[in-house]
């Protein structure tokens, strides 16, 4: 359930501890069962184990992947963005695919028309659900790919879905949040201020009614009851809202490409702070339920807590463009 807290505790002062070469990547990387996964826009993928700092496996799929990959099971699910740099095609062609975690061997693949910028979401515990620039949300079986259904909206789905046990919530540029059933049946759809493309649906259940947020990129930012899609909510701002909100307890936050992050009150919207840094923030903001607190990154090239704890400079030469970068805690 996409929330953006985690109950992992934080540093107060993270320090570099090893650099490793991977090549360009839009994506974030992904943990579990001690490997990081990450892809790149050179169309590989990566496992890594950080103690032994050292590369496990890497698959090359020939096809840019730009939304982050999905871990489930024993298969990483990734999906291709084929004309992700200007004027090429490595393929012509997209997949989602699912790569078997232990030696990296591709396990299967489907075919999906359009670009795949949307990162894929487990559902059920056994279906794969994601968004594509062809208009429609595709759920596939988990262990084989077979196609579930398939979902069409008015607009290219820019948008990652979010599944909160029994709905799956989804944005598309046609302004439209979409809720589904898992059978992919509509259960509501709410007309927002314009195209929705921020990562993805950021859910809370502190209130006695769910609801979810979700920014647009007319600079709309709004709080949906979940089962209805009524909106209870909205805040408007000049700038589009690219990154995922997050929440926790009875706050959620915002950030913006006007350089700002703003803390609301859930219940009502009303203003708590807001913090400017020195550039747009399109980096999804992440909470730290033990520490309470946020860190985020800026186009200014800082990753930041909250409090100004600390800051680091993740501005890189090009020599080191490329490079997945591991911090270790004081």
Sequence with gaps: MRTGASASRICRKPSLLWVTEVGPSVSSPIFGDGTIYVSTITGRIFALNPSEKQIKWHLNVGTPVVSSPLLHNGILVAATYDSWIKDTSFTGKN??????????????????PGDIFSSPCLVDDMM???????????????????????????????SSPSYNGNEI???????????????????????????????????????????????????????????????????????????SPATIKDKVFFAASNKKIYCFQMKDGSSIWDFETGDKIWSSPSISEHDGAM?????????????????????ISNYEYGRLFSSHCK
Aim: charged share 20%.
């Design 95 to 112: 997949f989602v695919l699912g790569i078997n975690t232990e030696n990296g061997k591709q396990i299967w693949g489907f075919e999906i």
């Design 128 to 158: 794969i659900v994601v968004g594509s620039i062809s208009n429609a949300v595709y759920a596939l079986e988990g262990y084989s790919a077979n196609i579930r259904w398939k979902f069409e909206t008015g607009g290219e789905i820019w």
């Design 169 to 243: 919530f989804i944005g598309s540029d046609d302004g439209f949040l979409y809720c589904l059933d898992i059978d992919g049946n509509l259960l509501w759809k709410a007309k927002l201020n314009g195209k929705i493309r921020s990562s993805s649906p950021c859910l809370s259940f502190q209130e006695e009614s769910p609801s979810v947020l979700i920014g647009t990129y007319n600079g709309g930012m709004f709080c949906l009851n979940q089962s209805t899609g009524m909106i209870r909510w909205r805040k408007q701002i000049t700038k589009p809202v690219m990154a």
């Design 295 to 315: 860190f985020f990154g800026s186009l200014d090239s800082y990753l930041r807590d909250r409090y100004q704890y600390w800051q680091t400079n993740m501005e």
